[in-house]
Every structure is written in structure tokens, then in C-alpha cells.
């Protein structure tokens, strides 16, 4: 039903530009010629709550299309998006669960979708072409933000939530290796190799900007005997129940928090920076500014700790990803019903 963040194409940076344009090719023919065109109307009965920061309904008579791609994360940020556009006053269409980055990018720039939330390492690497990651988070929205004007695309500020790799282990490791941070495993790789055993995704485990990478950066010593590979689901459940001492985990998966696993610093900030932002059609936003004052609140009130939580109700507690979103935007006082 969905896509693990693992398949989004953000996390492989090394494409060529031109693969890149053939498959946004592909997608545009697609897009125009088949299902993803439709869409559901939403049909929430909202109106802006205490913390919109807006007066009024700045939305109303507009028709606007969100979109996203496929997994958990990506559509209750993109049902939280049309949301607060319906409670605008905004007619909103629901394109989210698009399959792949490249898909939900070529809506939002084709026009075919008006906004999503997009993750600024995406646009940086795998839309713009750039092999190397600007390490300033507020740097890469802004590198981001003015590179991609000229292909018609309005990049809003981004939050702090930062969709990244890491590594992670469970409490009992947690306390008995005594490793708080990138640089500490690196130290216990030389001093008790035996210790440092790794579960990864296939793809972490060959990729420069996976493991290879990492060691690399930190000086690692991981025979290849202590990296045991496995599909993403399974790396969790593993490193819970401690078959491997680490495990290569994304920054806001609800598991996270619900397996009680501990994320490690990557204190030379080798990872990029994926942070989520607002990614809207120019054309969009020129005709509707009010659009940025409406997303503005709830983008700054996203952040791991909140998305680690979102993400857990669906994944873990089997939620619906709409209603989720939804409970959120009111509880936080964005919407209410009525």
C-alpha cells in the first residue's frame, strides 16, 4: 500500500541528471494520460482554529491540488497540507500517494499539483543534480529555495524536521557499549572490533552515501562479516531484539520511539540534511499568496519528535493517515471543527 522512505528517490543522489530527465519525461506522459490525474475531492467540514495566524478565510474560491509521494510520512504531511487549505476556505483535490519523488515533483511542476511537502536534500540532490550536501540546514533551504525558481517551483521555509539516516540500538546496548554519537562507534570499532555488528538495508550497505560513506567519514572499521543485510522492516525488529548491536534506521520512523531505540549523533553531520518543506507551483502561489500565511504555523511546528509520533499512530497503531493529520492540526489549535 505504500513505499518505505528507503525507495524514495532522494536517497540516491548519484543518478545522472539525464536519467533523471528521462524518467520526469515519462512522469509528465503519465501524469497527463492516466489514473494519477484524478483525484478525490476532500470533504472535511474545518474552519482556521486559535493558532491559524490568519484572519479570515484567506482561501476562499480557490481550487487547490496537493500531492505527495507514498509512504506514511509523505501523505499525513500532504493530508495535513489539504487540510489546512480546506479550513482556508480552498476547495482541495487529493493527489497524495504518488509513487516516487519524481512523480510528486513533476505534478507540483507541471502544475498538475499545486503543492506537497517536499525534503530540501531531495530537491538539492536528486532534483537539481548536486552530488555534495550543504551542511548549514538553513543554507540548503536556501541554496534549494533559489536554484529552483527558475524551473517555476516556490520553495516556503522549511521546518526542523529532518528525515535522515542514522544509526540506532537498543537500551540494553544502549548502556553496556556506552556510545553516544558517530565518532564513539568509530572509537569502539578499533578498540573492540568484535562489538560493532551492523544491521542495514541492502541498499545502505553499498551506497557512498550509506555505510561505505560513513565509514569512511568516521574512520570505521566494519568487516564486512559484521554487516548483515536485510530489508528495512527487519532491520528494526533486529535491532530491537539486539541480534546486531546497530541498526541503520530513518530519523523520524515511528518504530523509533515505539521499539524504544536509541539514536546515535552524526557529529561530523555526514548525513544530508533532509528537511521538510513546502514545495508550491509559482503560478499557484502568485495567484493565491495567501497559501504561504496559511502553511507557515504548521510547517514551523513540525520536527522529528512530532513526526516520529504522527508516523508511529499509522505504522505502528494502524491509524488512517487523513484522520491523523487531522487530530494533529486540532489538537495543535491550526483547525477545528465546524
Not at 562489538?195 to 552515501?209: G, I, L, S
Request: charged share 20%; hydrophobic share 40%; with cysteine.
Amino acid at each position: 500500500m505504500r513505499d518505505h522512505p528507503r525507495q524514495d528517490p532522494r536517497r540516491r543522489p548519484g543518478r545522472r541528471r539525464a536519467a533523471l530527465l528521462a524518467t520526469a519525461l515519462l512522469v509528465t506522459a503519465v501524469l497527463g494520460g492516466c489514473g494519477l490525474v484524478s483525484g478525490s475531492v476532500m470533504s472535511d467540514n474545518v474552519r482556521p482554529g486559535p493558532q491559524a495566524g490568519y484572519p479570515g478565510r484567506p482561501l476562499t474560491g480557490a481550487q487547490l491540488t496537493v500531492t505527495s509521494k507514498e509512504f506514511t510520512e509523505q501523505i499525513v504531511l500532504g493530508q495535513m497540507m489539504g487540510i489546512v487549505f480546506e479550513a482556508a476556505g480552498a476547495k482541495v483535490i487529493d493527489k497524495t500517494s504518488i509513487q516516487g519523488s519524481i512523480g510528486a515533483r513533476e505534478a507540483v511542476k507541471s502544475g498538475t499539483a499545486d503543492a506537497a511537502y517536499e525534503y530540501t536534500g531531495t530537491g538539492w540532490i536528486t532534483y537539481l543534480g548536486h552530488t555534495k550536501p550543504i551542511v548549514d540546514p538553513q543554507k540548503q533551504w536556501q541554496a534549494v529555495r533559489d536554484e529552483d525558481r527558475k524551473n517555476g517551483i516556490v520553495w516556503l521555509p522549511a521546518s526542523t524536521l529532518n528525515n535522515t539516516y542514522a544509526l540506532a540500538l537498543n537500551s540494553a546496548n544502549w548502556k553496556k557499549l556506552g556510545v553516544r554519537d558517530l565518532s564513539d562507534v568509530a572509537a569502539l570499532s578499533h578498540k573492540q572490533p568484535s562489538a560493532v555488528t551492523m544491521c542495514v538495508e541492502n541498499e545502505f550497505a553499498t551506497r557512498n552515501d550509506g555505510l561505505p560513506g560513513m565509514a569512511r567519514a568516521y574512520g570505521m572499521q566494519v568487516p564486512s562479516a559484521n554487516v548483515r543485510k536485510m530489508t528495512g522492516g527487519v532491520v528494526y525488529t533486529e535491532t530491537q531484539k539486539g541480534t546486531c548491536a546497530f541498526g541503520e534506521v530513518f530519523t523520524t520512523d515511528g518504530r523509533i520511539k515505539a521499539m524504544h531505540l536509541h539514536v546515535l549523533a552524526d557529529d561530523k553531520h555526514f548525513f544530508p540534511n533532509y528537511n521538510v518543506a513546502p514545495e508550491i507551483n509559482a503560478e499557484a502561489l502568485k495567484k493565491y499568496p495567501a497559501i504561504a500565511e496559511v502553511l507557515a504555523p504548521v510547517t514551523k511546528a513540525l520536527n522529528n519528535t512530532v513526526a516520529q509520533e504522527l508516523n508511529r499512530r499509522v505504522d505502528v497503531d494502524g491509524q488512517d493517515p487523513h484522520e491523523v493529520a487531522k487530530n494533529w492540526l486540532i489538537q495543535e489549535g491550526f483547525i477545528k471543527e465546524g
